[in-house]
């Protein structure tokens, strides 16, 4: 690839709709950090994990992914990190739910448990209901 080449890509990316210059840009690579944060998670004891986090991240990941190819321009830079988004939070909410329901809770159960974020378990016990 000659250098002329290698100036003319970068002068199209810079100048482009979605470019450098551009909020199509800039939001969607910040928003690399929550994929991150999710990937950082995947180490983390499943019972820190927030469920009602993950639903929200993964609600926000499927409208965004939808969006960005609805809107023009086109943006790919903002699917690809939302679609990344939402892989990382269905996984955790599989891994919450793979542990709770491997700790006897039933559907009900775990479905309150990831929406409220309340453990019904141990609120029986403190309470005595």
Known sequence: MSTSSVRFAFRRFWQSETGPKTVHFWAPTLKWGLVFAGFSDMKRPVE????????????????????????????????????FLCLTAGYQLGRIANYRIRNGDSISQLCSYILSGADESKKEITTGR
């Open 48 to 83: 820190k994990i927030s469920g009602a986090q993950n639903l929200s991240l993964l609600s926000t990941a499927l409208i965004w992914t939808r969006w960005s190819f609805v809107i023009k321009p086109r943006n790919i830079l903002l699917a690809s990190v939302n679609s």
